[in-house]
């Protein structure tokens, strides 16, 4: 495994130290049967393509090739964050009103809703904290 993810993407935007690049998502992962019907897809087509700001340390101009690394580390935390924090709030919350609230289903199912948007916040907090995905992804020209 690499230390590093990496995507090839084009500059579409400069500001000072800072670019705004925008990497293409392909049409559709290698196990994926929806060929662009998936979820994913759909956002992209409403959203635009926006882009993500990144430091420009190697000065790449407006329609530059650029390849965008991120490490795995923070890839993997921030996921887990987003996965497991709200996870763990819903299951925690049902758990807690059925077993020492004996609250009953109404009562389980308001307390696993708050433990999830309780496990939400939580991830946006600890992701706000942390520099943020954009702060830790580098760029680089492309070989060859």
Known sequence: MSACLERDAVVIET????ARVHADRPAACGACKARGGC???LLDRHRGARGVWVRNAIGAREGEAVVVSVPT???LGGALAVYLLPLAGLLGGALLADAALGAGTPGAVASA???MV???LAARTLLQRRQGAAGQLTLRRPEG
């Open 118 to 120: 309780a496990g939400l």
């Open 113 to 115: 809703a708050a433990g």
């Open 39 to 41: 979820g994913a897809q």
């Open 73 to 75: 580390g923070a890839l």
């Open 15 to 18: 500001r000072g130290d800072r």
